[in-house]
């Protein structure tokens, strides 16, 4: 299809030498950038590991490893960030822009880099009171100053400024012209009537401003993290009641946490996993156990990701992992690859409350629930929804799948179950350090990432130097996604806090008479809504630590409650149109959208049923927690 602006010639006059220079420069930015990542993966994936050693054999303790890690996270999520926004690897939804004309969609996302270089301008610039208000301050082990923690975020500030810019010279120059000037223009008839508009925004419009110009960026195209950081901002130039510096403030401080610590060393052992032979060795061996029922390679896909979810902890590592095995056994078995994409994008969205989920993760930091029991606990419910997705699947497979094979014969299960069994050591290296107290789970993720590289390298040797360093690499910047999306809702939790919206909600469902039945409906229902429109991570940032509270209150388990947020989460995460975990299914499986939508909402019908049933009996939950002492 062509535009009108497609069809006009557009030459520009480019000096070939400064062209070069600019590539150049930006290349060197780049590595130095992956450099410091990896450094500060690397390094502290050592200390943290060697503190267990030390003080489980020598009955010593590193006592600055708290210090390091928050300045290992800031720097992940910070400089990670930039780099991954650099290499379009932020989540962003752009199914709205796919509907508009291929000239309004590049001025859209014009807008988008616009207000990236922006957001980068204001914050850097904010951060600065930032750095000169904790530069007197001390760490109290190693005396370092607390400015070197918010370093990372005035740094990242400066790359995505040199990132989005750089973009934004790459793009059509009348496109980019014309949207500049009219941004500009805004923004300047703004500022200067700001003292007539701004009693405007008293009261409730404040806080409605900011969710509105929230959802506009999002399906405006604008990367979720960068969308929250605006709203933020908005709201606190629009308010005019607090200064700019609570931005970048309640950033750095919401990574800060030391569990979150986790998240990279749980990415980086999932990619392990991917890339180093481990999960083909389950795989193998799951297809060994169910591959001869009817509608066979479903059910792997279904067990494999139950199990790789209990290994990697990252969602996308879980897709990429069994995805990739299955796909060529699903095209050579005669399997419809659009079914086996609705598959696994239903069993990732299971899989969300299998340990070690980065979800998991996420919601212990943010709110009191202990790791140790939202760990155990969400294994029961997992299961529950599992038995729904194959129970379905047996039945659709009576009329559409393939015969099934004949059944494996002992030798054959006996040789791939000799195969797994150095991979199911994992989860049980993690289960018993947590549970018994031996390690925390940032600590026993350190040790599940180099259980995997002594696997993968040295037993079944399908790992290099090469491929080690993109590991690294891929790790931290998936990382620093997810901890930049982090960093960003924790500013916009805190506006939501000051707007006073948790005490609205409370107010609200006292007004329903505290129904813990419709309670439990309508959260299900919001968080797969707003799961699926902002990535299931930051909707259950925002809304957990607010929802959790107004649980206990009205008799529900907080635990229970917990694991039915994460599992709507993950419905959502995974739900076509916008969810973008489906996306990536169907990418993987190599099959168009359209069919695999359609093969989703049978499986769809199922998770929500499966959903039900877990959040109506709670035993799933608490009884495993409750067998351990762990309280449910």
């Known amino acids: 299809m062509t535009t009108e602006l497609d069809a006009v010639p557009i030459v520009v006059a480019e000096d070939p030498i400064a062209a070069h220079r600019q590539s150049a420069f930006l290349n060197i930015v780049d590595v130095a950038a992956k450099t410091v990542l990896a450094v500060a993966l690397i390094g502290e994936l050592a200390a943290i590991f060697c503190n267990v050693i030390a003080r489980t054999f020598f009955a010593t303790a590193f006592l600055w490893t708290d ?8 720097t992940l999520a910070f400089i990670g960030g930039a780099v991954a926004f650099a290499h379009g690897q932020h989540s962003f939804v752009r199914f709205a822009l796919n509907a508009l004309g291929p000239r309004t969609e590049r001025a859209c996302l014009v807008v988008c880099d616009l207000m990236v270089l922006l957001i980068a301008a204001v914050t850097a610039f904010a951060s600065i009171a930032l750095l000169q208000w904790r530069w007197g301050e ?31 010279i790459e793009a059509d120059r009348t496109t980019v012209t014309i949207t500049a000037a009219i941004v500009a223009a805004l923004l300047a008839v703004a500022l200067a009537l700001r003292t007539a508009w701004l009693p405007w925004f008293s009261g409730d419009a404040a806080i409605l401003t900011a969710l509105a110009l929230l ?24 308010t005019d009641t607090v200064p700019m510096v609570a931005l970048p403030q309640n950033m750095v401080d919401g990574t800060g946490n030391f569990v979150l610590l986790a998240l990279p060393f749980f990415v980086f052992a999932g990619l392990i996993m991917e890339r180093g032979g481990i999960s083909l060795r389950l795989v193998r061996f799951v297809h060994a156990l169910v591959g001869h029922l009817r509608g066979g390679l479903l059910h792997v896909m279904v067990l494999s990701m139950y199990l790789v ?72 419910p997992a299961a529950v929804i599992a038995v729904c997705l194959m129970a379905l699947i047996y039945i659709r497979a009576s009329r559409a799948a393939p015969r099934p094979h004949a059944r494996a014969t002992l030798r054959v299960m006996a040789a791939s179950g000799v195969a797994a069994i150095l ?19 940032t600590e026993v993720s350190s040790f599940a990432v180099v259980y ?87 909707a259950l940032i925002i809304l957990a630590p607010l929802l959790l509270p107004i649980a206990g209150q009205i008799g529900l388990s907080e635990l ?3 694991i039915v947020l994460l599992i709507a989460m993950g419905i959502g995460a995974f739900l076509p149109p916008a969810g973008v975990g489906f996306y990536v299914a169907c990418a993987i499986v190599r099959t168009d959208i359209e069919t695999a939508t359609r093969a989703m909402v049978p499986y769809l019908v199922v998770l929500l049923i499966g959903l039900a049933i877990v959040a109506a009996v709670p035993w799933f939950t608490v009884a495993l927690p409750n067998a351990f002492n762990l309280g449910g």
């Open 215 to 238: 959802f506009i960026g999002i399906f405006g195209g604008l990367p979720v993290g960068f969308a929250l950081i605006l709203s933020t901002m908005t709201y606190l130039w629009i």
């Open 452 to 538: 995997g590289l002594i696997l993968a390298t040295l037993v079944y040797r399908e790992f290099n130097w090469g491929a080690f360093i993109r590991t690294v690499i891929d790790s931290a910047l998936l990382s620093g996604m997810v901890l930049f999306i982090l960093a960003a809702a924790s500013g916009f939790s805190w506006v939501l806090t000051v707007a006073q919206l948790p005490q609205r909600l409370v107010e609200v469902l006292h007004g329903i008479n505290d129904n813990t039945a419709l309670f439990l409906a309508g959260s299900i229902a919001l968080l797969i809504v707003v799961g699926s429109l902002l990535e299931g991570l930051p």
């Open 423 to 441: 991979p199911l050591l994992m989860p049980v290296i993690l289960f018993a350090g947590i549970l018994f107290g031996i390690a925390t789970p």
């Open 138 to 168: 001390l760490t109290p082990i190693l005396q370092m100053p607390a400015s070197w923690i918010v370093a990372p975020l005035s740094a990242s500030m400066l790359l995505l400024m040199v990132y989005a810019g750089n973009r934004l």
């Open 67 to 74: 210090e390091v890690a928050k300045l290992a996270l800031s």
């Open 560 to 562: 229970h409650y917990g």
């Open 309 to 380: 979810s209990g290994l990697s902890g990252s969602k996308t590592a879980d897709v990429a992992a069994v995805g990739s095995v299955m796909r060529d056994m699903l095209k050579r078995e005669g399997y419809s690859l659009s079914e086996g994409a609705a598959v696994l994008a239903a069993s990732a969205a299971m899989g969300e409350t299998v340990p070690p989920s980065i979800a998991m993760l996420v919601l212990g930091s943010i709110t009191t629930l202990s790791m140790a029991a939202l760990f155990i606990g969400g294994l029961i």
